[in-house]
């Protein structure tokens, strides 16, 4: 190892495991396979791509995006079992760079869930690393719970993880309860204490529990781990992951006190953020750190004036070097094909002549209806997307008529399953009646937990992006759309959700699965 290698830190990106575990963002076979390949594009050293076991299509994912991947290690979680570590290995193997990763809850409070005492657990963890290992020659363990594992034990298990063929050490806060001070000392202590562990790479996975992930995991950097857990915008179960934009712009802002770099090209970050948001369902926020809509803007009258004078006042990094470019006039209707690609490029966002086609006949209607297409609009145009190849339910067209004492009247045509159906329903409010005229076409129980309505832009011609979230039988799903018509956007959504219910129900039912992580059998 040279001195610069000591200095670099290997992203592991959990987006589509850990990422897509959190209810509600639950992506398609396609949307996966897609952000994979911008995650591999972007530099990502390990991409973890599923939990190969959990059913039929997350093991196809993971083996699709195996057989794609260009230069990541494709990597698929395993619990402290044979069988989950073989059907892992099924679906890794045909990566370049293939990586199990197999955990098992070693607190006090996840022993007592198998039941297991904790000789027995140590055996198990001998035992089912050293069968990853035979598989595969690179194999991570988990010790899941680990900041809340009585240290004597947690360096035992570890010791033996070790011994038996592990070569990254994960460490988890699963619950997001370790402080900076302590994640540090952890990461130090196993790394001085263990016997073996200046073999290995020790590696950080932090929750957002108490809002110091990324704290948590720089943390751990500075006391000698060299590989950060952590997906895009943050996703994850409750308050979510370590994201990975921040812990990337904090090591190349700051590298004065953290000498640490990463192969990370920052320049992808604004448009992946924006890719796993659509797919995800999961908004980000305007305020959120590096990919917020609002990171970058300066309103207060002090803070506009200082900016014009000298950047660097209040900017602490450019936009461009995130991939943000300034939101200005593009294009109108008159513009062609070619210009649109490259305002996408430069945007980049780079389609295959397929999609560009689709964008730019979205575009032109856009443009008819609107004045002036921002960049903005531009990306909310590719991002919300249209159908996708397996939806079963598709709008064909919607009337509605708004009445003065709020009642409104709905008219939808949609075709399900390739045929036309026709509603007509009554409702308070435009949107009330066309999500009635949905229902009246598509009869379902789903609850709807989310209703979310954006302006993309400014002025009354804006488009929205709305969000769309239904809960049904357990299953969750979120459909978003783009439109300048809010009532057209938001009957989009909702279809778009629907869509993505029904291929959610599908696949449970295909699988009879919900596998639990608790379940370590
Ligand atoms: O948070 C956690 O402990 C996990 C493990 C499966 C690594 O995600
Ligand atoms: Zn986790």
């Not at 997307?385 to 939806?391: F, I, K, R, V, W």
Request: hydrophobic share 40%; aromatic share 4%; glycine share 6%.
């Amino acid at each position: 190892m040279t001195d610069t290698d000591k200095d670099r830190v290997v992203i592991f990106d959990t987006t589509l495991r850990d990422g897509e575990q959190s209810p509600g963002a639950t992506m398609t076979h396609a949307e996966k396979l897609e952000i994979a390949g911008l995650l591999d594009e972007m530099g990502v050293d390990i991409i973890e791509a599923g939990f190969p076991i959990a059913s039929d299509g997350d093991f196809n994912a993971v083996s699709e995006i195996a057989k794609n991947s260009q230069n990541s290690v494709i990597c698929g979680l395993a619990r402290a079992n044979f069988k989950d570590i073989d059907r892992c290995w099924e679906a890794v193997q045909h990566a370049k760079r293939p990586r199990i990763h197999t955990f098992i809850g070693t607190s006090p409070l996840h022993r007592a869930i198998p039941n297991l005492t904790q000789d027995e657990m140590a055996d198990k963890i001998h035992d089912t690393v050293s069968h990853a290992r035979n598989l595969c020659d690179n194999v991570q363990w988990s010790p899941m719970d680990a900041t809340r594992t009585e240290w004597d034990y947690l360096a035992r298990v570890v010791e033996i993880a070790i011994k038996a063929g592990a070569t990254t050490i994960n460490i988890p806060d699963t619950v997001g309860y370790t402080a900076p001070v302590e994640s540090a000392d952890l990461i130090r202590r196993l790394i001085e204490e263990v016997p073996g562990a200046d073999e290995v790479v020790f590696a950080t996975h932090c929750h957002n529990d108490l809002g110091m992930a990324t704290a948590n995991a720089l943390a751990a950097v500075a006391g000698g781990a060299r590989q950060i857990e952590c997906t895009i915008n943050g996703l994850g179960e409750r308050a979510g992951n370590t994201a990975l934009e921040e812990v990337v712009m904090a090591m190349k802002v700051r590298s004065d006190i953290m000498p640490f770099y990463t192969e990370i090209d920052a320049t992808k970050l604004m448009h992946i953020s924006r890719r796993v948001a659509t797919v995800s369902g999961f908004n980000v926020q305007f305020n959120k750190a590096i990919v917020g809509k609002n990171a970058f803007a300066h309103e207060s009258g002090i803070h506009q004036d200082g900016m014009l004078k000298n950047a660097e006042t209040f900017e602490i990094m450019r936009p461009e070097d995130v991939g943000l470019t300034e939101t200005n006039i593009v294009m109108g209707k008159h513009s062609g094909r070619a210009a649109l690609r490259s305002k996408l490029s430069d945007l980049g966002i780079e389609l295959a002549d397929n999609q560009l086609n689709d964008v730019f006949v979205r575009f032109k209607e856009l443009a008819d209806r609107k004045k002036e297409v921002f960049d903005d609009d531009l990306i909310a145009l590719v991002t919300a997307g249209e159908n996708a190849e397996e939806d079963r339910l598709i709008l064909k067209s919607l009337r509605v008529v708004c009445g003065t004492s709020g009642q409104a009247e709905a008219e939808m045509v949609m075709t399900i399953d390739g045929v036309e159906k026709t509603a007509a329903e009554q409702g308070d409010g435009p949107v009330d009646a066309t999500f009635k005229a949905v229902r009246e076409l598509h009869p379902n129980t789903a609850h709807l937990s989310l209703y979310q309505v954006h302006a993309v832009t400014e002025g009354t011609d804006a488009q929205a992006t709305v969000s769309v979230r239904l809960e049904e039988d357990g299953n969750i799903a979120t459909g978003q759309s783009a439109d300048t018509d809010t009532v057209v956007a938001s009957a989009k959504a909702y279809i778009n959700a629907l869509n993505r219910l029904l291929v959610r129900r599908d696949k449970v039912g295909q699988d009879q699965r919900e596998i639990s992580y608790k379940d370590v059998s």
